[in-house]
T-cell receptor
Framework: GNSVTQMEGPVTLSEEAFLTINCTYT??????LFWYVQYPGEGLQLLLK?????DKGSNKGFEATYRKETTSFHLEKGSVQVSDSAVYFC??????????FGAGTRLFVKA | EAGVAQSPRYKIIEKRQSVAFWCNPI?????LYWYQQILGQGPKLLIQ??????VDDSQLPKDRFSAERLKGVDSTLKIQPAKLEDSAVYLC???WGQGAANTEAFFGQGTRLTVV
């Protein structure tokens, strides 16, 4: 079946450090891939997306590239800020209107 | 544009009691979702509506959970009777639901349910 696997957290970084959160997926067909972010006390918000292989999604300094050969969609940011502290969810959309979420990775950024 | 509205934000009930959550999606969004997010886990889809029809309720525990979207706009999710393991955040989301590969879901802030 379709599934998403994320690296376990929490991830703790100092401000301005480089961030990578790994995400791999299993899916039939050609899914669209998403990263959602959940700030404390808020609902999930779409951070970025990619709809086909080799697409790069980007937003707010975050990037992720859809790698079909490795079935991965790793989230990266060159220099994190304290305000980036949140839970990050990788997700895939396989059609039939269904989005499947990973377990989430909590990021703490220290000043 | 107004976002997805949910109420209440928090609810504490005793096991075996009943509880109801309400969701008002973004205006014009045909698809509405209810997700259950247990602490430390990703959201799990409980039920999905397309207008007022159910598209997927395969993961809804139908012996105790029910949901409706009578007029194809707002929706209620009910649990009766509640169990301790129902403690979670219940998220409502909506999307245009046109079936495009890049459909984005917009989420409400959620209702945090604690069953004691």
């Amino acid at each position: 079946g379709n599934s998403v696997t994320q690296m376990e957290g929490p991830v703790t970084l100092s401000e301005e450090a480089f961030l990578t959160i790994n995400c791999t997926y299993t899916a039939t067909g050609y899914p669209s891939l998403f990263w959602y972010v959940q700030y404390p006390g808020e609902g999930l918000q779409l951070l970025l997306k990619a709809t086909k292989a080799d697409d790069k999604g980007s937003n707010k300094g975050f990037e992720a590239t859809y790698r079909k050969e490795t079935t991965s969609f790793h989230l990266e940011k060159g220099s994190v800020q304290v305000s980036d502290s949140a839970v990050y969810f990788c997700a895939l959309y396989t059609g039939g209107f269904k989005t499947i979420f990973g377990a989430g990775t909590r990021l703490f950024v220290k000043a | 544009e107004a976002g997805v509205a949910q109420s209440p934000r928090y609810k504490i009930i005793e096991k075996r009691q009943s509880v109801a959550f309400w969701c008002n999606p973004i205006s014009g969004h045909a698809t509405l979702y209810w997700y259950q997010q247990i602490l430390g886990q990703g959201p799990k889809l409980l039920i999905q509506f397309q207008n007022n029809g159910v598209v997927d309720d395969s993961q809804l525990p139908k012996d105790r959970f029910s949901a409706e979207r009578l007029k194809g706009v707002d929706s209620t999710l009910k649990i009766q009777p509640a169990k301790l393991e129902d403690s979670a955040v219940y998220l409502c989301a909506s999307s245009w639901g046109q079936g495009a590969a890049n459909t984005e879901a917009f989420f409400g802030q959620g209702t945090r349910l604690t069953v004691v």
